[in-house]
């Protein structure tokens, strides 16, 4: 039996300069408490801290990595020492609660080293990066993998260029409107006026960023032979309560922008 599943695996930029090598490894194994607890009852997950300043997931379904890929990254805490993710998604033979991704070794797991590892070389390092499998299968969407490749990563830097473009403030706006789905929401957070957000959420396009987030979790969980919606907006909604409930700690109203 094919098991559909997803996997990341994440590196920190510039973790070798100055002295945060620790603290970098200290707030990851916070992180990987989190993803574990936020998927423990909604989508199968095996997730490891590696390597000092690496995590690697694997998902059950084709959208679960890249959601939790994009979360890390709207909610990170050191913007000098951005996370990049190598991504990809297929099908396993084995039962993902038999995995010890320790050890386990998988042409999805090499897809996405080879992602991460692109990314790494880059100068202007774009965030996430998909390598699919590519094979000479007669059905399912591997048969268009190359092109499904080629588009998610056309969109995914056309996102990147908008991402880095954003102020300090119009990121924050962003990730919390994300978390708290509510301009009201976000202007009571930050005391600011609803206008104000609203300006900076048109100014650092939030709306196209997120939706673009939203059209590629879509896409991949169309993909899957029993697309299961439910659990996409379950794992969303579980990840933004958590994040909601220690909000201060995640996104501190004070590291705005004046």
């Known amino acids: 039996m094919k098991n559909e599943v997803s996997i990341f695996i994440m590196d920190v930029s510039n973790s070798s ?13 916070e992180l990987q408490i989190s993803i574990a607890y936020w998927t423990q009852y909604i989508v199968p997950t095996k997730v490891t ?3 000092g300043d690496e995590l690697v997931i694997v998902s059950s379904g084709y959208a679960s990595s890249y959601i ?3 979360y890390l990254s709207r909610i990170w805490k050191y913007t000098d020492h951005r996370p990049y993710f190598g991504l990809s998604f297929g099908n396993v033979e084995e039962d993902l609660s038999s995995i010890n991704i320790e050890t386990w ?5 090499k897809q996405a080293r080879l992602a991460n ?8 390092r774009m965030q996430f990066r998909f390598v699919l499998p590519h094979s000479h299968a007669t059905n399912g969407f591997e048969v268009y993998s190359s092109e499904f490749e080629k588009l998610l990563n056309t969109i995914l830097s056309l ?4 991402i880095n473009e954003q102020t300090e403030i119009q990121s924050l706006v962003c990730s919390l409107y994300l978390i708290l789905g509510q301009q009201n929401k976000v202007s009571k957070y930050l005391d600011r006026t609803k206008s104000t957000i609203s300006s900076h959420m048109k100014n650092g396009k939030t709306d196209v960023i997120l939706d673009a987030f939203h059209d590629i979790i879509k896409v991949l969980t169309s993909l899957e032979t029993q697309p299961n919606d439910h659990r996409v907006n379950e794992l969303q909604t579980t990840i933004r309560q958590n994040v ?3 909000l201060q700690n995640y ?8």
């Open 244 to 246: 909601n409930n220690r």
């Open 68 to 70: 939790l890929a994009f």
């Open 17 to 29: 300069k100055e002295d945060i090598g620790m603290e970098l490894s200290e707030y990851l194994k």
């Open 105 to 109: 070794i998988h042409p999805l797991m």
């Open 159 to 162: 996102k990147q260029l908008q």
């Open 251 to 258: 996104l501190p109203a004070g590291r705005r922008a004046e």
């Open 117 to 124: 590892d692109f990314l790494k070389k880059q100068q202007d």
């Open 49 to 51: 801290h590696r390597a």
